[in-house]
């Protein structure tokens, strides 16, 4: 009895010993931080990608089906207030960055410059991601000194989102059904005071107040069409220019002349345009997704009425456009190999998920989701297409691209809005920028 | 009684009348936002997004709370300020209770110069210690945790000056009265005077309670882990680019569970605030 109660000890033991030399199962945890908001309600717990929408459902539910496929890893999700960069500064500053975060291209400069972001090429290269696989615009965004820093998964851009039922109520509909869009801006004045004329509405509608981002892009848009390189040197902004003033003198006389709407914000734009308050949205490839979905309902202004294309062609020359661009971004920490090996899965991942994130409204970051019939099926990219090949980005050495972002449109809108002579509003705009990229 | 109030408004002086109609128009204006985020939070996103004045019309749906409560995390962060609020005005009570004392009944070594060191915070804004202070948190580990987002708080200069200003309106043949009775120091301080001061207690733990939970910047670059957000950069987060335009009513349903404790205490305590406002609680 006494050997069979040791011997049963001794299994026992033994069993206890085995089970704990056995490894537990470990998950390799990252954490990825992100902007777009959440979206628990409706997507918190969806994995199946395709029947998510917008930004948020989008991404909420691409994470949701990574860690679904990968019970090996676990990708814990920081959403933060958009943009997003105090927070990680601060986080950079203590020595606890997210693995992986969304960042603009134009903010890649800022933080590859100070040395805190890894180049990922070894990464990308280990989980079979080809650089050549991006679009021009999607590597030229995060391409800094020869390396890559970012995974590239858009391009966005302004854009003017078009009532089409308006704008056939003001006569302004080609033959084919398409609107007549100008060519000049003495032909964009001309058509906008016909559009006012027959509907009694005005033409544009912009958000003007508390809103910054929306004239600095298309400031440079409007400045890459009339050629002038206004970043000719990468530390110092040349506005001070006939081009530059121009374009401010446009928006002034659509301003002036009651051809846009006034004193609104962004959601205040967004809501009137739903709302029939005008012919043509200036909003991003964001919104095109939603915009679509709300012509396709009955009973309301844009039904069976929406169409969206690239801001018009105003001061002659070539195509010319402006772009920025999400991307996935790493900070620099200590990683251990199955951490590092679990960020390439992820970000294989999202390249090879882009066509879903493409759905957003944005430009494909994967030239092959570009070229793609699936992607050039969705709705009105056939019209916005051409962005992607004549975009371009502020030159990549340029620090600081939000903070002149600020600069700029409140310069802008200052000028716009009356409470600024455009000379010099103009060079207010360039001191500003200039002392602040003097003083990095 | 209805007599009474006709009496009321009748015996009224003109300027009186005045000065009533402003309070119901300020009132009004500062009710409008608040009736408008409630307002919100019972219409459906999409139809917010379409015409955000549909809150004027049918239908109403309770869908917002019923997301709030089953999926959102803003209970985790409702409960993390709770968490700092209470905890920061606990430590802030005891400390300038102790602070305000030592200042008005104590005689120490250098008692005058400490004193003019402790207002000279009041001079100094966060703006100023925010790059240093982050520095030291992060040497000392403490981001992402609950020292972290109560500590800061404690270095009050305001409680300090309050509550050695009230212990000095104290007569301090109370003190001598307490002494003759053999009470010692602590005694006195504990039994005596602490009960005295409740009204300048309830003035502080007020004011450190919603600063604290009001608080967005200290949070916003301290607490950078989601289960760690505080209910103001906890909401912030959930704002999609180019805030408000999505999701609008599910927003304002989050805002309205945020703003529950703070409205519970201006309900409890508006007598302490109407006194602290007032000015009053510094005798």
Redesign the interface.
């Known amino acids: 009895m006494t050997k069979f109660i040791k011997g049963l000890v001794l299994a026992a033991v033994s069993a206890a010993t085995l089970a704990a030399a056995v490894p537990a199962y470990a998950q390799t945890e990252i954490t990825v931080q992100r902007f777009f908001g959440t979206c628990d309600a409706d997507f918190g717990t969806n994995t199946d990608v395709s029947k998510s929408a917008g930004e948020c459902g989008i991404i909420t539910s691409q994470i949701n089906k990574f860690n679904a496929d990968n019970p090996d890893i676990k990708v814990t999700v920081n959403s933060v207030e958009w943009p997003g960069y105090d927070q990680l500064t601060a986080q950079m500053a203590s020595g606890e960055p997210p693995d992986l975060v969304t960042m603009h291209e134009s903010v890649i400069s800022d933080y590859q410059s100070k040395g805190q972001l890894e180049p990922i090429d070894d990464v990308l290269k280990a989980a079979g991601i080809d650089p050549a696989a991006f679009t021009a615009a999607g590597r030229d965004g995060v391409t800094k000194d020869g390396k890559i820093y970012a995974l590239p998964i858009d391009s966005h851009a302004i854009l003017w989102h078009i009532n089409l039922n308006l704008f056939k109520q003001a006569d302004l509909i080609n033959a084919d059904g398409t609107p007549k869009l100008p060519t000049s801006v003495d032909e964009l004045i001309a058509e906008a005071k016909q559009f006012k004329e027959k509907t009694g509405k005005p033409f544009l509608v912009q958000a003007t107040a508390n809103e910054k981002a929306m004239f600095t892009r298309a400031m440079y848009i409007y400045l890459n069409q009339q050629k002038s390189d206004y970043f000719a040197d990468p530390t110092k902004i040349n506005l001070t220019t006939p081009e530059a003033k121009k374009v401010v003198q446009m928006m002034k006389d659509i301003y002036d002349q009651d051809l846009t709407t006034k004193d609104q914000d962004y959601p205040a734009m967004v809501a009137g345009f739903a709302n029939g308050d005008g012919g043509v949205e200036v909003n991003g490839t964001w919104v095109i997704g939603d915009l679509d979905t709300l012509s396709k309902q009955e009973g309301n202004p844009l039904s069976g009425g929406y169409t969206v294309y690239p801001l018009p062609q105003l001061f002659g020359g070539e195509p010319s456009y402006y772009s920025d661009g999400h991307s996935w971004a790493m900070p620099k920490k200590d990683r251990s190999p199955e951490q590092l090996a679990a960020i390439g899965k992820f970000l294989k991942f999202m390249a090879d998920d882009d066509y879903d994130w493409s759905r957003t409204g944005h430009i494909p970051g994967i030239q092959a989701v570009l070229d793609s019939a699936e992607f050039k099926a969705l709705p009105h990219r056939d019209t916005i297409l051409s962005i992607a090949s004549i975009a371009k980005a502020l030159p990549s050495a340029v620090q600081r691209q939000f903070a002149i972002q600020d600069i700029l449109g409140e310069e802008v809108a200052s000028a716009v809005t009356g409470q600024k002579d455009i000379d010099a509003a103009l060079a207010d705009a360039q001191s500003r920028i200039n002392d602040l990229l003097a003083n990095l | 009684m209805a007599e009474t109030r006709v009496q009321n408004i009748v015996g009224r002086t003109n300027s009186d009348r005045i000065i009533l109609a402003l309070t119901i128009l300020a009132a009004l204006v500062l009710l409008i936002p608040i009736m408008w985020v409630v307002g919100l939070s019972f219409k459906l996103n999409n139809d917010?997004?379409?015409?955000?004045n549909s809150v004027f019309r049918l239908p109403y749906t309770l869908k917002n709370y019923i997301?709030?409560i089953?999926?959102?995390?803003v209970f985790r962060w409702l409960l993390n300020s709770l968490i700092v609020s209470i905890g920061s005005t606990i430590c802030i009570l005891i400390l300038s209770s102790l602070a305000g004392y030592g200042f008005a009944r104590l005689n120490f070594p250098y008692k005058n110069i400490i004193f003019i060191i402790v207002l000279f915070g009041l001079a100094v804004p966060e703006q100023a210690v925010i790059v240093a202070r982050?520095?030291i948190?992060?040497f000392l580990k403490l981001?992402?945790s609950y020292p972290g987002l109560i500590l800061p708080g404690l270095s009050a200069s305001f409680g300090v000056f309050l509550m050695t200003q009230y212990f000095k309106a104290i007569p301090k043949e109370i003190d001598e009265a307490a002494m003759l009775d053999n009470a010692s120091r602590f005694r006195i301080f504990w039994k005596v005077l602490l009960p005295l001061t409740i009204p300048a207690q309830a003035t502080l733990g007020i004011f450190t309670f919603l600063g604290a939970f009001n608080d967005y910047w200290w949070p916003?670059?301290?607490a950078?882990?989601?289960e760690m957000y505080t209910i103001t950069?906890g909401i912030?987060?959930?704002?999609?680019?180019?805030?408000?335009?999505?999701?609008?009513g599910?927003l304002m349903a989050q805002a309205v569970f945020a703003g529950l404790p703070t409205l519970l205490v201006y309900l409890f305590f508006q007598k302490y605030i109407v006194t602290a406002v007032s000015g009053s609680a510094v005798r």
């Open positions: 917010l997004k379409i015409d955000p997301d709030v089953s999926s959102s995390s982050h520095q948190f992060s981001h992402n916003l670059i301290s950078t882990k989601k950069t912030a987060s959930m704002q999609m680019n180019f805030a408000q335009t999505e999701g609008l599910f």
